[in-house]
């Protein structure tokens, strides 16, 4: 098995990715440390941080090999090259981009970028989307899911935003492969209570696998 399908099978495994924004590193590795106690195993450092590539550098450098490095919100090729030598482990995007794709596969780095309607699912998938992000999820809800796959049942989905305690379940029930989670899972953060964070993240946990034991 390549290091690409090894690298989503623990995403799939996982079935969570916390989105995590913080001002600098050392927020980012102390709000990591307390997803990486709930049980988290993957986390999504977005571009939109300040110094990110940096900051992914810094990360990977600190963190266990437990926990998988992505990158989130990239927009082209040439910053997911810059993520991935930095160390990030994936490369998520809003959109779609072949190009990224490709960059990525070429460094055996899966990508998963953004989509939103049938098409632009199909066409994520045919241009090698090892996941699609369903994006943005809040808007469409986990009914949309479910009729997706009973037209495409082979798609690899990932819905970001608009996921929370109260629906993780009907996600997963939907044929989700993972879920993207932003600010239900890192509220914590905010008010340095990094105690709730794990919490969240430990409720987040249990209740996927919850709602896999009772799909299976």
Not at 82 to 105: N, Q, W, Y
Request: net charge neutral; hydrophobic share 45%; aromatic share 4%.
């Amino acid at each position: 098995m390549t290091k690409r399908l090894k690298t989503l099978q623990r995403i799939v495994d996982g079935g969570l990715v916390p989105v995590v924004r913080a001002e600098s590193a050392e927020k980012a590795l102390r709000l990591i440390d307390a997803l990486l106690a709930g049980g988290v195993r993957a986390v999504e450092v977005t571009m939109t941080i300040p110094g990110a590539i940096g900051v992914i550098e810094e990360l990977r450098g600190k963190l266990s090999r437990d926990i998988l490095l992505g990158c989130g919100t990239v927009l082209d090729a040439e910053t997911a090259r810059m993520a991935i030598l930095a160390g990030a482990e994936f490369i998520v995007s809003p959109a779609l981009d072949p190009e990224t794709i490709r960059l990525c596969h070429t460094y055996d780095v899966p990508c998963i970028p953004g989509a939103m309607t049938p098409n632009e699912i199909i066409r994520a998938m045919q241009a090698g989307a090892d996941i699609v992000k369903v994006f943005p999820a809040a808007q469409l809800g986990p009914a949309y899911i479910k009729a997706v796959k009973s037209a495409l049942p082979q798609a690899s989905l990932m819905p970001t935003g608009g996921v929370s305690l109260d629906n993780i379940a009907d996600w997963i029930k939907a044929g989700c492969d993972a879920v993207g989670v932003g600010g239900e899972m890192t509220a914590g953060a905010k008010t340095g209570d990094y105690a709730k964070v794990t919490a969240t993240a430990a409720e987040f946990v249990r209740r996927v696998a919850e709602a896999r034991a009772q799909v299976r």
